[in-house]
């Protein structure tokens, strides 16, 4: 096998969560690119629809099944079907994410439904899924984490404990399921999506955000899914129980 082969997917059926937009979105194409077989997962059965035609346009097959990650029972109907129209899922990647403005402020304003959703979504979400697809023998899962799941981030405290909690499941569920499956997390910076629209309009927290980031802007969300593609790949084949940094550089500081 040639170095270039390592990173060939072809013989690999993904499932990426949070994939109607954003990250989501350009991870699902990115596996799509090197051959995967992608079903991307979310609640909008719109904007998943879009996707899944991308994802055919490249290749791959795909199929269209709104997910909502938080519930056990619909989790349980994506794999099944996967299994019964594509086969067993090799590459799960856990992107599903949400940080609401009810989860927002000082810890004391902080309100217990906007913490509860946020890590239901954001940490139970990605343990049920990964719970679930394990009975499938995966080859690689890949949680998508954030800065604010190496350190703190102010006025975030709900999404900053979901995701430090899920750098913390990557690193256990890495011990205990090698050689078998990786277990990996990426940690991305702040990201040009539609969630970060506000942050970029705004002048002062927009110049704050990138005085805080050495390569002085924002990613694009590309630049995640390509990370997440080397680790899912044979090229991450001896990575395992890692939280890669894709941060512009911010965890440096």
Known sequence: MSFLDTFDCSDRIAVVTGASRGIGRAIALGLAEVGADVVPAARSEDALADVVEEIEERGGASLLQPTDVTDEAAVHELFDRIDGELGAVDVLVNNAGINPDDALGAPEAVEMEGYDRTLDVNL???????????????????????????????????????????????????????????????????????????????????ESLLSRTPLERFAEPEEIAAPVVFLASDAGSYVTGTCLNVDGGWCAR
């Open 124 to 206: 139970s979400g990605a343990f049920l899924c990964t719970k679930l697809a394990a009975e499938r023998e995966l080859a690689s899962v890949l949680n998508v984490a954030s800065v604010g799941g190496v350190v703190g981030l102010p006025r975030q405290h709900p999404y900053v404990a979901s995701k430090h909690g899920l750098v913390g499941l990557t690193k256990s569920m890495a011990i205990d399921w090698a050689p078998a499956t990786r277990v990996n997390a990426v940690a991305p910076g702040y990201v040009a999506t539609e969630l970060t629209e506000e942050a970029m309009e705004n002048e002062t927290l927009r």
